[in-house]
Every structure is written in C-alpha cells, then in structure tokens.
C-alpha cells in the first residue's frame, strides 16, 4: 500500500539530485578540507560512533570541529558548544561529542553554508571540519564523503521511505569517495567481503571498508564507577535511538536477564519517563540489578541528575572497529586528505 508513496518521494528525490547535479540548485564548495559522514537511510548506521572514531584519532594532530544540525534542540541558528551548554541547546549527539572531546569545537547550525564560516570566523586556528549526517545535504559540497550503510540492510537491498528505510536514491552513492558497511558480524569473511564488495560494486574512485561494533564497561552516569556485566545480571535497558537490535543482541550474550523501556529516536526524557523508569527498576528482582542506557540518552537524562545520582545508572559506551586491519588505511586516507589543503596552503603562503 506505500509503495506508490514510496515511487512518488524517488521521483522528488531524484529530480532534486538532477538539479543539483545540472547546477541549477547551486552547491557552495569551499577550500578548506571538510569531512561529510552520512548515509542514504533514516535511522542507525553509527554515523555518531564514526564521528567519534574520527575525532579521537584526529585530534591530535589537527584541530578539529564538528557541524550538526542539532536535531531536536530548543534553540535555533548557530550556535558553538561551552561549559554551560546543554543537550537542550545543541540537541543530543553534539552534546555528546562535547562531553567527551571538550578540547576541539562542537558546532551545531542548521544551514551548514552560514555556519561553516562561522566557525573559521570564531575558531580561525581550525584545521579540519566533520560534517555529522550531512550526506543529503547538498548546498554544501565536502571534500570527502563518508557513507555508511548497515550490514543487515545494505542501501542496494532497500527500499525508498515510507516502503523502505531509504531517504535517498541508491545512485547517490556515487557521490561517496569511502563506503563502510557497519555493524557487520566480527567474524565476517573475506569471500563474504568481498561478494558484499561485489554487490556495492564500488566505482573507481571509491573505496569500501567493512567495520564492527565493540561495547565497553558501563560507566555509572554521574559517579567514577565501572561495572562489569555478568550473568547475574538483570538490567533494564532504556534506550531511544533508531536501532536498539545490536544492544538487544550484546545484552542477550552477556547478561541473565533484561526488559527494555523503548522511545523513539532522539526522545526528549519528562517527568513521566522518569516515574516509568524508577517504577519499572524497582519492581525488578535480584541483587545485581542496573539501569542500562546508551551515551546518546545519557546526554538526555542528565537534566534528571538530582532524581537518579543514587540509582545505578550506568552508560554502554560503544565504537567502531575495522575489520580486516584496515583502520590504518582509512585513518591514512582521511589525514592525505587533510595534509592535501594544507601543503596548498603552505605553498599560497610561500608564493605570497
């Protein structure tokens, strides 16, 4: 029945690629290098982890900053994260990217063309931008395009919103200079590899990489406290994020017991929220009991701090790895990007 809606948004979508594609919505290209990571679907990919995986691993070397649009916020315009800022302010997953990297510039705006120079203007010392879930957003054109889709609904195996998970054409992969598969089995084979690979069937310029999910200790949310999951666990998991399955699936294997409190992707917590996970923890058995939740709802729930500091309240902190030893390939191919603009720049300098 919404498969006709489904031909009907293509067709929308596709005509927008063609004019921009033909230059007659214009896209703003500026020389300074910009990192788009994104997808083609709605909902979980792990762009949030990747994002992450990125900045730990650049932010040594380069000063970095991030640009969302900061879904679901209570503010408007630009806006540059600092210590008095909230999830409320620069919505959920910035404020996350600020909490654990409070050293670079977390930017959020939703016209990515005003806000780009915005942060050169106030951070003039920045040397590299990651534009978070930007791939759609074309009135700005990156330097590097980062996709990403799911091992288990691969975009060449989807279908267009409302029949499907896709928000864009398959064909808008070509735009992409790396496609990672995520979440992918920590087993996966070279021959599954590579019939995946087939089946994305890469052009030329780009280049697939096929990456795992790794969860840590849970730490305690307000406390300096760890704790190690057993299987005399039980644990209430409250999550709101698009694709709760890999919690599901981890907690299945590592723990005794566990029932979900589910809300939808970024969900801003009430009072009601909290009375339904206190009651729901309570009524719970056994010794070993913890509330369980994801680093995106943590951002959200601490405005709830004096209500929850004495409960067990712990956050499941998760990353990507690469298979196949390839983090070192990629990481050497984000850095020649970023070393391209500035070898440029030193020889318009010495030119000058």
């Given at each position: 029945m919404l498969f006709p809606f489904s031909l009907l948004?293509?067709?929308?979508?596709?005509?927008?690629?063609?004019?921009?594609?033909?230059?007659?919505?214009?896209?703003?290209?500026?020389?300074?290098?910009l990192i788009s990571v994104g997808n083609l679907a709605v909902g979980g990919t792990g762009k949030t982890p990747m994002t992450e995986w990125m900045v730990t691993h650049l932010k040594n070397d380069y000063r970095v900053a991030t640009l969302s649009r900061g879904y679901k916020r209570r503010t408007k315009g630009f806006t540059i994260a600092d210590e008095n800022t909230t999830a409320?302010?620069?919505?959920?997953?910035?404020?996350?990217?600020?909490r654990k990297f409070p050293d670079i510039t977390v930017a959020v705006g939703e016209e990515r063309i005003v806000a780009i120079p915005q942060i050169l203007h106030q951070k003039p010392d920045t040397e590299v931008i990651i534009l978070d879930d930007a791939f759609q957003h074309r009135?700005?054109?990156?330097?590097?395009?980062?996709?990403?889709?799911?091992?288990?609904?691969?975009?060449?195996?989807?279908?267009?919103?409302?029949?499907?998970?896709?928000?864009?054409?398959?064909?808008?992969?070509?735009?992409?200079?790396?496609?990672i598969v995520t979440k992918c089995k920590e087993q996966l084979t070279?021959?599954?590899q590579r019939k995946m690979v087939r089946e994305i069937n890469p052009m030329q310029h780009q280049r697939v990489f096929f990456t795992t999910i790794l969860y840590g200790n849970p730490y305690h949310l307000f406390h300096p406290q760890q704790w190690n999951l057993s299987a005399a666990d039980n644990v209430l998991l409250v999550c709101g994020i698009a694709n709760p399955k890999p919690i599901k699936t981890f907690?299945?294997?590592?723990?005794?017991?566990?029932?979900?409190?589910?809300?939808?992707?970024?969900?801003?917590?009430?009072?009601?929220?909290?009375?339904?996970i206190i009651t729901r923890?309570?009524?719970?058995?056994?010794?070993?009991?913890?509330i369980l939740t994801t680093e995106k709802?943590?951002?959200?729930?601490?405005?709830?701090?004096?209500?929850?500091?004495?409960f067990p309240l712990f956050v499941l902190p998760v990353k990507h790895d690469f298979l196949f030893g390839e983090s070192v390939v990629f990481l050497k191919t984000i850095k020649t990007f970023i070393e391209g603009f500035q070898s440029n720049k030193h020889q318009n300098n010495a030119s000058a």
């Open positions: 948004y293509r067709f929308l979508v596709w005509l927008r690629n063609k004019l921009y594609d033909h230059n007659v919505f214009k896209s703003a290209e500026f020389n300074f290098p409320l302010d620069i919505g959920d997953e910035p404020m996350q990217f600020h009135m700005v054109r990156p330097g590097l395009s980062i996709l990403l889709t799911d091992y288990q609904n691969l975009y060449t195996r989807d279908l267009m919103f409302p029949s499907g998970d896709l928000r864009d054409v398959k064909s808008s992969s070509k735009r992409a200079n790396i496609i070279v021959e599954e907690l299945n294997r590592h723990v005794g017991f566990f029932e979900v409190i589910q809300y939808a992707d970024h969900h801003i917590f009430t009072t009601s929220d909290l009375s339904e923890f309570k009524r719970m058995t056994g010794s070993n009991k913890i709802d943590a951002v959200r729930l601490e405005k709830f701090k004096s209500e929850l500091v004495d």
